[in-house]
């Protein structure tokens, strides 16, 4: 069974840019998480959706990043628009049980912002 | 709130050392424990888990113990190789999200 697909791998924008982020989690898998990595800070959770519908956005920054989950299969978050200290790596995970236990996670995308 | 603590990094052992990293965290409840390991330029990987108080999770040698008492749940392994190399994560849910420890650096050297 394939694991959770991110996509794309690497992203290198310029300051004020759209930058959309995609996630597929694993098949049957109910939660989903978008979390964000960086030296500074280390992994922060952005956002969780449970069977599509977001749950709890408190880790979201600020309001040039939303996140979506239209299906089952499918997420995005997006950030509009983009500034140097959004450079992090993104990473989706998602689960099967109510209470998060053991994360799948994705391999991540790496977003550089200049 | 919940919190977890583990010990800074990075940690540099040589092929076949014993290796402990320690974690300790702060619940309310009865949170359940674990490590993830996140190999360069991977997602994070669940090692291993443990959901209840004196529970022992084990797997690829690595072994932990959650400890009510201590609060503590210390990541150990008898004989480390070089492909162990890698971040270790401690990481506790309880609620409904999943809090991670800052991570700690593993290098092993030949």
């Known amino acids: 069974d394939a694991g959770v697909i991110q996509s794309p791998r690497h992203e290198v924008t310029e300051m004020g840019q759209e930058v959309t982020l995609r996630c597929k989690p694993i098949s049957g898998h109910d939660y989903l998480f978008w979390y964000r990595q960086t030296m500074m800070r280390g992994l922060e959770l952005l956002i969780y959706f449970n069977n599509n519908v977001p749950i709890d956005d408190s880790g979201m920054p600020e309001d040039r990043f939303s996140a979506k989950m239209p299906n089952a299969s499918f997420s995005t978050l997006k950030i509009q628009p983009s500034e140097p200290r959004d450079s992090a790596v993104y990473f989706c995970?998602?689960?099967?049980?109510?209470?998060?236990?053991?994360?799948?996670f994705g391999p991540g995308t790496r977003l550089t912002v200049t | 709130g919940n919190s977890v603590t583990q010990m800074e990094g990075p940690v540099t052992l040589s092929e076949e050392a014993f290796l402990t990293i320690n974690c300790t965290y702060t619940?309310?409840?009865?949170?359940?424990l674990f490590w993830y390991v996140q190999y360069p330029g991977e997602g994070l990987q669940l090692l291993l888990k443990a959901t209840k108080a004196d529970d022992k999770g084990s797997n690829k040698g690595f072994e932990a113990t959650y400890r009510k008492e201590t609060t503590s749940f210390h990541l150990e392994k008898g004989s480390v190789q070089v492909s162990d190399s890698a971040v270790y994560f401690c990481?506790?849910?309880?609620?409904?999200?999943?809090?991670f420890g800052a991570g700690t650096r593993l290098f092993v050297k030949a």
């Open positions: 995970a998602s689960s099967t049980t109510p209470l998060a236990y053991e994360q799948y």
């Open positions: 990481a506790l849910t309880g609620g409904f999200k999943t809090i």
């Open positions: 619940a309310t409840g009865y949170p359940s």
